[in-house]
């Protein structure tokens, strides 16, 4: 028998594909603690952001100044044992800063690859609506394909990789709106919202004097992560959920409310996360209910609604909301 007869990674065995999924779920409840600590009274927010880590994806995280944006961004890195770099972006910041870019050394006599901000396993882009849009493109082929390329010469990004980008709402000064086909690159968008008032105090209470991140230290690494994400593949998604992940994005398409509705590539992530979300509930299979849970933090923020839609005041949340409730769900199948 060859050697990748004998590979585990290979392999249908539902007992060695249960194994690597038990690990799933141990390490990422020992993750989502950690960054609890941090991170008060925003379970859904933290379960959200590990979903989309193990579903390789990116996370656009939006809200008002002052609410744990970047404070999320900076814990998930703190947590893994990994290479983290920030990105704060501002108007005066070029392509190249995040790229990298070729510099002549004159003791070789040739030119030499400076590695940018994008080259780590964890990127921390910090209010990234407030770069030009040229610079924002930057990101475009990275998030895409996991490489960047720079005059002429393609450079992989190291694994596991997901850019953790913040932004503030587009009403506020100096920001500029991020373009479609940006937005379509993250996973998924949330929005840490306000804390509740016993929230608040405890943070008030335990880091009033000390930033919290000073006490974390690592629960994984990112070779850990790496082999989390291979067994979160290995969830099994029947015909009729992939079908029902079609449905919902035609659904999007044909609506009246909506001027531009779900990309094929939104399809792809809605399944991915769809996989992912079910390992963390510690199962092997999708069920349609990961669907529906995960679908607004991954379909909301691609869709583009009419100017009808705008003026009777509806977000793109409730437009698909109201599509939930209309596509026909599938029976439950293994």
């Known amino acids: ?13 539902p007992a060695v594909r249960g194994a690597s999924l038990d690990q799933v779920l141990q390490v990422s ?24 880590l193990l579903a390789e994806g990116h996370l656009l995280v939006e809200d008002v ?9 900076k814990t998930l890195g703190r947590c893994i044992d990994a290479s983290v770099r920030r990105v704060q972006f501002t108007p005066d910041l070029l392509p190249s800063d995040i790229t990298g870019v070729s510099v002549y050394n004159q003791d070789v006599r040739d030119f030499e690859f400076r590695p940018g901000a994008i080259f780590a396993n964890v990127v921390v882009g910090d209010e990234i609506n407030r770069a030009s849009p040229k610079t924002q493109s930057a990101l475009l082929e990275s998030m895409e394909e996991g490489q960047v ?3 002429g010469t393609t450079y992989v990004l190291p694994r596991p990789f997901i850019v953790m980008a913040t932004q503030n709402p587009i009403e506020m000064e100096g920001t500029y709106p991020l373009p479609e086909a940006q937005r379509d690159r993250f996973m998924a968008r949330i929005s840490m919202g306000y804390p509740s008032a016993r929230s608040e105090l405890d943070m008030l209470e335990l ?5 919290p991140l000073e006490a974390l ?3 994984t690494d990112a070779a850990t992560i790496q082999t989390m994400i291979d067994a979160v ?10 079908q029902y992940i079609v449905d919902l994005a035609q659904a999007t398409r044909s609506s009246t409310a909506l001027r531009l509705g779900a990309s094929p590539r939104a399809t792809l992530h809605l399944l991915r996360a769809a996989r992912a979300h079910a390992a963390l509930a510690g199962r092997d299979h999708v069920l349609p209910d990961d669907i529906q849970q995960i679908a607004g933090p991954v379909l909301a923020h691609r869709l583009i609604p009419t100017g ?19 596509v026909r769900v599938p029976a439950p199948t293994r």
């Open 308 to 326: 009808e839609t705008q003026m009777a005041r509806r977000t793109t949340s409730d437009v698909l909301a109201d599509l939930l409730q209309r």
């Open 217 to 219: 230290r690592s629960v």
């Open 207 to 211: 880091h009033g004097g000390v930033s």
């Open 29 to 52: 409840s020992t993750l989502a603690s950690a960054m609890n600590s941090v991170i008060e009274g925003k379970q859904s927010v933290v379960r959200t952001a590990i979903t989309v």
């Open 149 to 151: 390329t720079v005059d």
């Open 65 to 73: 100044p002052g609410t744990g944006k970047t404070l999320l961004a």
């Open 233 to 242: 593949r290995t969830v099994h998604a029947s015909a009729a959920v992939r």
């Open 1 to 13: 028998m060859s050697d990748l007869e004998h590979d585990p990674r290979t392999t249908s065995d």
